[in-house]
């Protein structure tokens, strides 16, 4: 059923959808990794550091689900699966690691769907995010990378994840000083995922010519990618929490100097420190800890430095008239 879905769609692309597909292609960048981490980035430095936290807290918890579920699925992409299909474009690029379920959708429900299920938004707003998410989603199938049960459960699983992310930052809004234990659980629960990723044995298949079709040990990088990303949120909510308490509430002059120096900041160490990293640490740990530096920069290193600078200019008028 899966597939005939996706041949369906694969002919209509290659008739009468052109267009859509030129769309859905932009549509899905949306749901990749380096824009939704840019998106919460922007949100938790320039426009609320609450809402930021909500999104960090939730989207690295689904990162950690779909590496877990990913890696015990162990699902192959519909193309390998079935030889008819042909992906759009470059659409492969896109679908890295395991096909179930869909990363970008989980992606999408994190950052789009975490707007969504928030009461507290406008309607308008709440609607569109709906309508993002629904897209971004679609686009996978359409685009032929995933199968409708990939983005179905990434979808739902991703909404889930973040219902329970907003109630778990209440909790630790009525009980501040357990923080700790909520940090402590995330890195617990991230380490046991990256052993069982890298000790559970992964299907070994070979084609007509003898050459393996899947990797998993390839497969199981995003999995790595996650744990990185979570355990460097929790230590860096952390270390914020008790060391630099930054504040969004400051004039939009500046929030727009914070967003570009922000992202400055951010593509030197994605583009530049990032790789450095993974051609020097090999295995597992060449995943991880670049992705450790790239979210703990954005969740604890640039509101540190954003907090003495601001506190350098506050005292400065103080320092030349004396």
């Known amino acids: 059923m899966d597939i005939d879905i996706l041949l369906a769609l694969q002919e209509f692309r290659g008739g009468a959808g052109g267009a859509l597909s030129a769309f859905l292609s932009k549509m899905t960048t949306l749901g990749e990794l380096n824009t939704v981490l840019v998106v919460m980035a ?14 960090l807290l939730g989207w690295h918890g689904n990162r950690l689900l779909n590496g877990a579920m990913k890696v ?12 008819r299909i042909v992906p759009y474009g470059n659409s492969i690029s896109t679908a890295t690691g395991y096909s179930f379920p869909s990363g970008h959708s989980m992606n999408a429900a994190s950052v789009y769907g975490g707007g969504a299920v928030r009461r507290d938004l406008p309607r308008a707003l709440r609607i569109s995010l709906g309508i ?12 032929g990378v995933h ?27 009525a009980h501040p000083d357990k923080d700790w234990v909520v ?38 990088r995003d999995t790595f990618k996650g744990v990185g990303w979570c355990s460097a949120f929790m230590a860096g909510w952390i270390l914020e929490r008790r060391f630099v308490r930054f504040s969004t ?23 530049i420190l990032v790789p450095l990293l993974e051609e020097q640490i090999p295995g597992p740990a060449g995943t991880m800890v670049p992705c450790f530096v790239q979210v703990l920069y954005i969740v604890f290193l640039f509101p540190w430095l954003l907090k003495r600078l601001e506190r350098e200019e506050q005292c400065a008028p103080a320092d030349r008239k004396e």
């Open 42 to 55: 922007l949100v938790y430095w320039c426009v609320s550091k609450e809402f930021g936290t909500y999104l």
């Open 72 to 83: 015990t699925a162990c699902a192959y992409r519909p193309w390998i699966r079935d030889a």
């Open 132 to 143: 993002a998410v629904a897209l971004i989603a679609f686009s996978r199938i359409f685009l």
């Open 147 to 173: 199968t409708p049960q990939d983005i179905l459960v990434g979808t739902a699983a991703g909404l889930a994840v973040m219902v329970l992310a907003r109630r778990l930052q209440n909790w630790v809004g």
């Open 183 to 220: 940090a402590c659980a995330g890195i617990a629960l991230a380490a046991l995922i990256a052993v069982y990723a890298a000790l559970k044995p992964y299907p070994a298949d070979y084609d007509s010519d003898g050459k393996l079709l899947v990797d998993g040990a390839k497969m199981a």
């Open 249 to 271: 509430g400051v004039s939009v002059p500046r929030r727009a100097a914070r967003a570009a120096a922000g992202l400055l900041g951010y593509y030197a160490v994605s583009l």
